[in-house]
């Protein structure tokens, strides 16, 4: 991270009426300036949503209307919720999705710590593959149920009868 004797710049800019801001952020080591991190980042206000379809749901991505970010330029954003919360989502289109709202699914909302109508910052994230990569990943795997579906219980009688069932006889195999 950055030292103690780092500088943060801040700039904001209205485009749209919305309030943007570019932050440019250099550290100091000695006599000379080094730049340790610059990014040009334009956070924009958005709201939390449910994601529009099940389709959608299923991409492990984030969904944004076209006018905010364009997914065919833009493959990427990064969410803030809070000074030491950021997270990276890869991002999709939809055009039920309404301008200044991101939706997300509910494992990614899980994920997140993300509540519907919150607001949160987004901004466009730009993978830098010779600086940036994954150290380490854990993979979580699941089945995604909706809540009406209806669960059975069954006991060890009906398991051993069904299975017991479906196994050929021994005079079969002979």
């Not at 991002?91 to 509540?115: D, Y």
Request: proline share 5%; aromatic share 6%.
């Amino acid at each position: 991270m950055f030292q103690n004797n780092s500088i943060v710049r801040r700039k904001h800019v209205h485009i749209d009426n919305r309030c943007v801001v570019a932050e440019e952020v250099a550290a100091w080591s000695g006599n000379a300036p080094i730049v340790s991190r610059a990014t040009s980042a334009m956070a924009v206000a958005m709201k939390v949503k449910k994601c529009p379809t099940d389709d959608l749901a299923i991409t492990n991505c984030a969904v944004v209307n076209k006018d905010d970010y364009d997914a065919s330029r833009i493959k990427h954003v990064e969410v803030k919720t809070g000074p030491a919360h950021r997270y990276v989502f890869s991002i999709k289109n939809h055009p039920s999705v309404r301008r200044n709202e991101i939706a997300f699914a509910m494992p990614q909302r899980k994920w997140a710590a993300l509540s519907l109508d919150q607001d949160v910052h987004v901004a466009p994230f730009n993978f830098d593959p010779n600086t940036q990569y994954i150290g380490s990943i854990t993979l979580d795997a699941d089945f995604q149920t909706k809540k009406k579906s209806v669960s059975f219980l069954a006991n060890r009688r009906s398991i051993d009868c069904a299975v017991s069932a479906k196994r050929p006889s021994r005079s079969t195999l002979i």
